[in-house]
């Protein structure tokens, strides 16, 4: 009798761990099926558009804090982590329910942000106190600070080379942290008021976007040096690499325009009307479309990359700013 209750007993232990087995692949699955989100953050209306980059149509508005700019995205997709520049601090957004899950207090003016790959560590841009701060938002605090150079904007994490990048724009300069020791290994002088960072694929170059002197510096990151400068349009703002790394585009405030830039050949082939008052883009996983937040009319371009042509607009929020990588991988 013995020999035959246990025997029973393992075969529901088998059957339940053959269930959970068969949930996880049919969960994975469905995470693999998803299509990447574009999370809009809108720094007027205090809310957050999400955007079907299948369907192209905003599916969800979800409230965040004081006036959010910043937004950045695990690995997995998992989290989003949004910059409230008024808050002083940060939202951390369950982007499977669609729920906010925290709010974390950081030092005045949070405006860049970045994660790891695994979002296990933030790091924040204080644009007053000029310094970073690395949040851990499973411990939802501020767990050290980087004092770095004047107003810091635009930052990018590189897990594989253990770097952050950071683009000073009142310093003219874009800085590598190393995440272990946390300490400045190189401060690199660029254009006039770097302000977004690009990074390619494989990591070998940074991209810094110099809003007043018009211009993109290319940076070598292996040997730390401005390899080439290219002129773009007017008061430009930030940049997304293509995901095979031969193309940049950079937004342009002041002309409403994308530049598109050749990156093997550094020069621009093409220029793209869309908004008002361009700032964030970013681009989907397959490369097919190039997303642009216009703050002044509240809406996104998407331009086509086949023929480099606006395919659709579509209203978000006042303020559209969408600062960071926005779309999930």
């Known amino acids: 009798m013995f020999t035959l209750l246990l025997d029973s007993s393992k075969k529901v232990v088998l059957q339940k761990i053959a269930f959970f087995l068969i949930l996880g692949l049919l969960t994975a699955c469905n995470a693999e099926q998803h299509p990447p989100y574009a999370y809009i953050t809108n720094q007027l209306s205090d809310d957050l558009s999400v955007i079907d980059t299948t369907t192209q149509q905003v599916i969800h508005t979800i409230t965040m804090g004081n006036r959010p700019v910043g937004i950045t995205l695990n690995k997995s997709g998992s989290k989003a982590f949004i910059s ?18 925290a709010h974390i207090a950081t030092p005045s003016g949070p405006v860049g942000i970045a994660t790891n790959d695994d979002g296990s560590k933030v790091y924040v841009a204080d644009w007053y106190q000029h310094k970073i701060s690395v ?4 411990r939802e605090k501020v767990i050290a600070t980087i004092q770095v150079g004047n107003s810091p904007a635009g930052l990018i994490v590189d897990d594989q080379a253990k770097r952050l990048y950071v683009a000073n724009r009142d310093d ?15 401060s690199i002088n660029v254009g006039t008021a770097p302000f977004g960072l690009a990074l390619s694929p494989d990591g070998n170059t940074l991209y810094s976007v110099n809003v007043q002197s018009n211009d993109v510096s290319v940076i070598d990151t292996q040997k730390a040096k401005v390899t080439h400068t290219i002129k773009v349009g007017e008061w430009p703002y930030c940049a997304v690499v293509s995901p095979d790394g031969n193309h940049l585009y950079v937004t342009n405030q002041d002309d409403s325009t994308v530049s598109i830039i050749d990156t ?26 190039v997303y642009v937040a ?32 926005f779309i999930s991988r």
């Open 135 to 138: 949040v851990d938002p499973e």
């Open 84 to 101: 409230n520049s008024e808050g002083q601090d940060i939202t951390v957004l369950d982007t499977t329910t669609m729920e906010v899950i």
């Open 172 to 186: 003219n300069t874009v800085m590598f942290i190393d995440t272990d020791s946390q300490k400045i290994t190189h």
């Open 294 to 325: 216009n703050w002044g009319d509240g809406s996104i371009s998407i331009i086509n990359t086949n023929n480099y042509k606006v395919e659709k607009t579509i209203e978000t929020g006042k303020g559209s700013r969408a600062f960071g990588q």
């Open 264 to 289: 093997k050949n550094p020069s621009i082939i093409g220029t793209v009307d869309v908004g008002d008052s361009p700032e964030g883009i970013d681009i989907t996983p397959d490369g097919k479309f």
